[in-house]
């Protein structure tokens, strides 16, 4: 593996990393709307969009240059420079690789989901009352969204080993499959 090889990757996993995030800021994102529309506060729903609006488009640009554009990126910060061996040697198998990358994963959304859970319980208790249902509690789209990112941050972390041969699976399937495409075209071609 090369220096470029290996800052490619890195860059194309942290700018997967930011759709990760980005994922997370959308219930916020839907529930300010819905709270800014309800109180009638036509400037204050106005300053919110645009912010969102730009946090959007700054994420964007983000992942632009973080998956399709890395080659820009290594050559403006000269991530190659300063190396005294140009290839890496990495002798680890592609898919304990991918297990060890999975379970890292699960570990930090199960470490970033946990605190979050706890903390937006504590706030669904506090503004819960016996009017409010649980479909108009603030809090609710913020639990529902840190529970299943700890569900999906256990599921990674136990079962690792099922995630990487369904990915291994389909990379399969996709290498034979130009090859099945290509004999059975053959045949045709001789009837």
């Known amino acids: 593996m090369t220096i470029r090889t290996f800052w490619t990757i890195f860059l194309k996993i942290f700018g997967l990393y930011l759709i990760w995030q980005t994922l997370t800021i959308l219930p916020g994102f839907f529930s300010t709307l819905i709270f800014m529309n309800t109180q009638g506060d036509k400037a204050s729903l106005f300053t ?46 592609r898919s304990s690789l991918l297990s060890i990358v999975i379970i890292v994963l699960g570990g930090l959304m199960l470490a970033d989901g946990l605190p979050l859970l706890v903390y937006y319980g504590f706030q669904y208790i506090q503004h819960n009352n016996t009017y409010t249902k649980f479909m108009d ?35 399969r399937k996709i290498i034979t499959t130009p090859e099945s495409d290509a004999e059975g075209k053959d045949e045709h071609e001789l009837d």
Not at 72 to 84: S, T, V
Not at 150 to 167: A, Q, W
């Open 137 to 171: 509690n603030r809090s609710t789209p913020w639990l529902v969204t840190n529970f299943l990112k700890i569900v999906i941050g256990y599921f990674m972390v136990s079962d690792s080993r099922l995630i990487v041969n369904f990915i291994e699976r389909k990379r």
């Open 48 to 93: 919110t969009f645009a912010a969102i609006i730009f946090i959007t488009c700054f994420f964007i640009t983000i992942l632009r240059y973080c998956i399709i554009k890395t080659d820009w990126i290594i050559e403006k910060l000269q991530l190659e420079k300063g190396f005294a061996e140009e290839k890496l040697e990495i002798n680890i198998h």
